[in-house]
């Protein structure tokens, strides 16, 4: 029984006259093209794939033609099918045959009931339509015993795209032409050796990037040749992006990376015009903002304008730019830079070149990829991609020929002058031997004389530094006098009391008043304890100054740092006080609570801690004396521990070390204090002495806020 029915779908279009059969001619010996005879219905019938079906109240279609303005709007929406009925000579059934096929929708093509391919994705359920451009991929034809053959296209346009047209391409709803399988295989792999041949200019045109970046690198002076390199650079990159255009992007992206090859390449020719313009020292800005507004207003006209966007405007960019760089080398060659003819006849030659590419792309309704991929017209379009960079190139190559010339020359010249410079210099080597006999001389009696100036100058140094030593010990003695004065203020005044006190005591023993006079006795009793420790203080400061301040072998000694520094901190301010009889501040300690014993040599140690504070003293006294009282002079002594070393830091709230001078205070003899108040040899007997200890002394300052000296042991 199914054998009946199919025998029935199969015969029905012998008895049914109003079902049209396009007889074709041997495919053989050329292609056919299938766009007549094709009906169409945008209703889903699956079961319109059947040979037999009645498809004669279809609407006639022609698939071939564009979709985007010669399609029926109602085929661009929904699911639909086409259906072609043709009838081959004989000759051809005994043939193999293929199809290629190119379109611009989803489809499922079908022959005879059989489906023999399926392009994007066409789902009515949830409405999904992706749309695939095969790129004219072949698929072989199963065809039937019967002289009529029956072609079915499940069809859907994918919603939402927007499409352009690009050298050359077309956007056919669905383009399907018949021709051998050998035919169609050999054409098949035509289209896809354009992309080897694109990838080998684009590789040329990368070395010759290479080749001028590394020109602008070893000399950057020359900003033409890094314009041209990128040139180069963008053109390669709008190639690679122009081939993925036609043979890699998706239906839906198609119109972006157009618009992005298209991009890409502007920049690269207006990269080239700025080239050209640096190279011939022709420097026009204007020209590169109107090339620039032309080609962004070329691109919006081509998004906006469909086809005739991209013939009016968007194809005459190059036109444009290379008319401009040709009469840009005109006025230069004019000029008497005869070179640039070969620019003029290089560009010339690229707008010639593309000037009859474009002819023969726009307006033509065949795909140009169909074409063989080495043709009159490819080679019009390696003519127009290759003459600029080659002109350039040989324009430089022309250039450099010109410059060693002139390098030779220059040569020449130098060479010249050379042995003319040898005769002056032999000349002038004879007068200054009998000069250099008197300068020996004189020399010889300068040199006596400057080595007594040196014996001079160390003695008065040694007495500098000896004076130094005396000031800073004569600030020390001071400072120790002031300690001691206060424990002898006290046992003198005890001392006193005691007196009156023994004559209270014999004045009650004689009236017999023994209570009294035991009260008496253990007031002298507490006073004598008093005089005995004030006593043992005031010996104790004479032994630790003498320890510090006497003779030593300069050997280091473990030494408690946090003592060292209060002792010679508290000498320092009274040494001071003791120039300064009005002096006041205010001494903040902060010691560190660990072990703050170090190896050092102690006399030294506390010699530099002296020297950082009165430096310190005298800069919160010149500033107190400023301020009239609104200033509360402070001088911040700590120490603490880092990294295994003992930092020892005075701070103070003066007006800061200037900048100007901080690289200069640690040098002999340099003082910021008034003439006859300083050698300046403080600071750099204290840097001398912390070098030797392995230390550094570093400096920190903020002018108006103050200055922080931190010696590193």
Same mark, same amino acid.
């Given at each position: 029984m199914r054998f009946i029915t199919v025998s029935i779908f199969c015969m029905l279009p012998f008895f049914l006259q109003s079902q049209e059969i396009i007889i074709l001619d041997d495919p053989g010996k050329s292609f056919i093209l299938l766009n007549n005879g094709w009906r169409y219905s945008m209703t889903d019938q699956p079961e319109a794939v059947m040979p037999g079906f009645d498809d004669s109240r279809w609407?006639?279609?022609?698939?071939?033609?564009?979709?985007?303005?010669?399609?029926?709007?109602?085929?661009?929406?929904?699911?639909?099918?086409?259906?072609?009925?043709?009838?081959?000579?004989?000759?051809?059934?005994?043939?193999?045959?293929?199809?290629?096929?190119?379109?611009?929708?989803?489809?499922?093509?079908?022959?005879?009931?059989?489906?023999?391919?399926?392009?994007? +994705?066409?789902?009515?359920?949830?409405?999904?339509?992706?749309?695939?451009?095969?790129?004219?991929?072949?698929?072989?034809?199963?065809?039937s015993n019967d002289s009529v053959q029956t072609f079915?296209?499940?069809?859907?346009?994918?919603?939402?795209?927007?499409?352009?047209?690009?050298?050359?391409?077309?956007?056919?709803?669905?383009?399907?032409?018949?021709?051998?399988?050998?035919?169609?295989?050999?054409?098949?792999?035509?289209?896809?050796?354009?992309?080897?041949?694109?990838?080998?200019?684009?590789?040329i045109m990368f070395m010759a990037f290479i080749l001028h970046m590394a020109f602008y690198i070893?000399?950057?002076?020359?900003?033409?040749?890094?314009?041209?390199?990128?040139?180069?650079?963008?053109?390669? +990159?709008?190639g690679i992006v122009h081939n993925y255009y036609y043979y890699g992007a998706d239906q839906d992206k198609k119109f972006q990376f157009g618009m992005l090859a298209s991009s890409i390449h502007f920049v690269g020719q207006i990269l080239m015009l700025a080239s050209i313009q640096n190279y011939l020292n022709v420097q026009k800005k204007l020209l590169l903002w109107l090339t620039g507004v032309f080609c962004i207003?070329?691109?919006?006209?081509?998004?906006?304008?469909?086809?005739?966007?991209?013939? =009016?405007?968007?194809?005459?960019?190059?036109?444009?730019?290379?008319?401009?760089?040709?009469? =840009?080398?005109?006025?230069?060659?004019?000029?008497?830079?005869?070179?640039?003819?070969?620019?003029?006849?290089?560009?010339?030659?690229?707008?010639i070149c593309f000037f009859l590419f474009l002819t023969n792309a726009i307006g033509s309704v065949t795909d140009h990829l169909l074409n063989p991929p080495l043709n009159i017209f490819s080679f019009f379009f390696l003519g127009y991609i290759v003459a600029p960079p080659a002109a350039v190139s040989i324009f430089l190559a022309n250039?450099?020929?010109?410059?060693?010339?002139?390098?030779?020359?220059?040569?020449?010249?130098?060479?010249?002058?050379?042995?003319?410079?040898?005769?002056?210099?032999?000349?002038?080597?004879?007068?200054?031997?009998?000069?250099?006999?008197?300068?020996?001389?004189?020399?010889?009696?300068?040199?006596?004389?400057?080595?007594?100036?040196?014996?001079?100058?160390?003695?008065?140094?040694?007495?500098?530094?000896?004076?130094?030593?005396?000031a800073s010990l004569g600030e020390l003695t001071a400072g120790i006098a002031h300690e001691i004065q206060n424990p002898l203020n006290f046992i003198n005044n005890f001392s006193d009391v005691n007196a009156e006190l023994i004559v209270e005591l014999q004045e009650e023993l004689n009236k017999g008043k023994i209570s009294e006079a035991?009260?008496?006795?253990?007031?002298?009793?507490?006073?004598?304890?008093?005089?005995?420790?004030?006593?043992?203080?005031?010996?104790?400061?004479?032994?630790?100054?003498?320890?510090?301040?006497?003779?030593?072998?300069?050997?280091?000694?473990?030494?408690?740092?946090?003592?060292?520094?209060?002792?010679?901190?508290?000498?320092?301010?009274?040494?001071y006080r003791a120039k300064q009889k009005d002096f006041q501040a205010t001494m903040e300690f902060n010691f560190d609570k660990e072990d703050s014993t170090a190896s050092i040599v102690s006399q030294d140690i506390g010699r530099v801690v002296v020297n950082i504070l009165n430096n310190?003293?005298?800069?919160?006294?010149?500033?107190?004396?400023?301020?009239?009282?609104?200033?509360?002079p402070t001088v911040k002594i700590s120490t603490r521990a880092e990294n295994g070393k003992t930092l020892i830091e005075v701070e103070d709230n003066a007006d800061g070390v200037p900048e100007r001078i901080?690289?200069?205070?640690?040098?002999?003899?340099?003082?910021?204090?008034?003439?006859?108040?300083?050698?300046?040899?403080?600071?750099?007997?204290?840097?001398?002495?912390?070098?030797?200890?392995?230390?550094? =002394?570093?400096?920190?300052?903020?002018?108006?806020?103050?200055?922080?000296?931190?010696?590193?042991?």
């Open positions: 609407k006639p279609i022609r698939p071939a033609a564009d979709i985007h303005d010669s399609i029926p709007e109602d085929a661009k929406k929904g699911v639909g099918w086409m259906r072609l009925r043709i009838r081959l000579p004989e000759e051809a059934g005994r043939r193999k045959m293929s199809m290629l096929v190119k379109q611009s929708v989803a489809s499922e093509i079908y022959l005879n009931g059989i489906l023999i391919a399926t392009y994007g +994705t066409i789902n009515s359920k949830n409405g999904l339509i992706k749309a695939e451009d095969p790129h004219w991929a072949p698929v072989y034809l199963p065809l079915s296209v499940r069809f859907a346009a994918q919603p939402g795209i927007k499409y352009i047209t690009f050298y050359g391409t077309t956007n056919p709803f669905l383009n399907m032409m018949i021709m051998r399988e050998s035919d169609a295989i050999g054409k098949y792999r035509g289209i896809f050796t354009r992309p080897w041949l694109d990838m080998f200019m684009q590789g070893m000399y950057p002076a020359r900003k033409a040749n890094l314009y041209f390199s990128l040139a180069l650079l963008f053109t390669v +990159t709008g207003a070329s691109l919006i006209t081509a998004s906006l304008w469909y086809k005739k966007g991209f013939e =009016i405007t968007l194809s005459n960019v190059p036109f444009f730019i290379y008319i401009m760089i040709i009469i =840009i080398s005109i006025i230069a060659w004019r000029r008497n830079m005869k070179e640039a003819r070969i620019l003029t006849i290089g560009f010339v030659i690229a707008l250039d450099f020929a010109r410059t060693s010339k002139r390098l030779q020359q220059k040569l020449n010249e130098v060479a010249t002058l050379s042995e003319k410079n040898l005769a002056v210099e032999k000349e002038k080597q004879e007068i200054l031997a009998s000069q250099n006999l008197k300068l020996e001389t004189l020399v010889t009696e300068r040199t006596s004389e400057l080595h007594r100036s040196l014996t001079e100058l160390k003695t008065t140094q040694a007495q500098l530094i000896q004076a130094e030593k005396m035991s009260l008496i006795a253990n007031s002298l009793k507490e006073n004598e304890v008093k005089i005995n420790n004030h006593g043992k203080r005031a010996d104790g400061i004479v032994k630790s100054m003498l320890q510090h301040t006497g003779s030593t072998s300069g050997h280091k000694e473990m030494t408690d740092v946090n003592k060292l520094v209060e002792e010679y901190a508290r000498l320092a301010y009274h040494g310190a003293f005298y800069a919160v006294s010149e500033r107190s004396k400023k301020e009239n009282g609104l200033y509360s901080r690289e200069k205070i640690f040098q002999p003899f340099f003082t910021t204090k008034p003439t006859g108040q300083a050698t300046g040899l403080g600071l750099s007997l204290s840097y001398d002495i912390v070098k030797a200890h392995g230390g550094e =002394i570093r400096v920190s300052s903020m002018e108006g806020k103050g200055s922080k000296f931190v010696v590193v042991i």
